[in-house]
């Protein structure tokens, strides 16, 4: 699709917004300190709702810094020039952040530390075709032409943060670890409230039943969307496109059986069984 990718260590990155020293340095120097609390995931894969649970669980429900900072100032994402300058220059006062990074090019210190991290899963074909979508509007990436054509470079790992299927199977390794959390989309839009209570605990937070309804309301769809701070809608057009595209679209799971032919179907089929071999049948929610 594109092929003014900045490659890093084999990974694809959109050239306009990362650079090569930055990513290096992230890996090599950046220290994680153990209270940090890290959303990470593969680029739409619900991400953004997790910097809002996030954040409204650590407020117990109030929406007051949800509704008044701006989600890449709670939570920056690590590895952009913008938020490793942000970082950078409050780390004393940044404990939330964000990344997409795959494993081999994560912060190493991050490994000897007791920091958090939430790993969030979405069903692949539902991540493209929210991809898909929303990279239309990017402007700093060159638009898939067809969805066809998307779909054969996802399939490929040729787009940004490489291979779903590397990226899940990498970092899956830490699955157990104490500090290390994987919350499926699939099981947040199914069991919200339960697993709300699995974050929480999870980041040491308990919420009484008022405090949680308030996390419930305030991270809906309906009222994600009309948050000014969480839904993009800010965000300048010589970044996004806003007539083309918008990260708050549907906030559905299956929505790609309204874009996949039934050859495409088979064909993702086809490299899912070879590329997922090692996991058992039913280890993740989409195959259940
Ligand atoms: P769709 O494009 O399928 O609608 P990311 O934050 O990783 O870029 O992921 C964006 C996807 O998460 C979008 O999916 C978006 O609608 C969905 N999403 C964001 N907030 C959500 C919410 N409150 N409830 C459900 N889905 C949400």
Redesign the pocket.
């Known amino acids: 699709m594109d092929t003014n990718f900045l490659m890093i260590e084999g990974i694809p990155f959109p050239g306009k917004t990362y650079n090569r020293d930055d990513i290096i340095s992230i890996r090599d120097e950046f220290v994680v300190k153990d209270e940090d609390t890290i959303v990470l995931?593969y680029?739409?894969?619900?991400?953004?709702?997790m910097i809002?649970i996030v954040g409204l669980i650590h407020c117990k429900g109030n929406p007051t810094w949800t509704h008044s900072v701006l989600s890449w100032e709670r939570s920056p994402w690590l590895e952009s020039i913008g938020g490793y300058r942000y970082v950078k220059n409050n780390r004393n006062d940044v404990h939330f952040y964000t990344s997409h990074l795959p494993i081999q090019l994560f912060p190493k210190s991050f490994f000897n530390s007791k920091a958090k991290v939430i790993y969030l899963i979405r069903n692949p074909r539902?991540v493209l075709?929210?991809g898909f979508?929303?990279f239309k509007a990017v402007q700093y990436i060159k638009s898939p032409e067809t969805f066809d054509q998307y779909f054969e470079c996802f399939l490929q790992g040729n787009v940004i943060y490489g291979s779903w299927f590397d990226h899940i199977r990498d970092w899956l390794q830490m699955q157990g670890k104490e500090n290390f959390l994987v919350i499926f989309?699939e099981e947040?839009?199914q069991n919200t409230a339960s697993t709300v209570e699995k974050i929480s605990q999870f980041l040491g937070k308990q919420l009484g039943p008022e405090e949680l309804n308030s996390v419930l309301k305030n991270?809906?769809?309906e009222v994600?969307s009309s948050n000014k701070m969480a839904n993009f809608s800010i965000l300048p057009e010589d970044i996004l496109d806003h007539s083309k595209g918008q990260?708050?679209?549907?906030?559905?799971t299956g929505?790609w059986k309204c874009h996949f032919t039934v050859a495409q179907n088979e064909a993702f089929d086809k490299v899912y069984q070879e590329k997922m071999a090692n996991f058992p049948p039913g280890s993740f929610p989409w195959e259940k």
């Open positions: 995931s680029p739409k894969s619900g991400t953004n709702w809002e539902d075709t929210s979508h929303f989309y947040l839009k991270m809906s769809f994600m990260l708050m679209r549907k906030g559905v929505d």
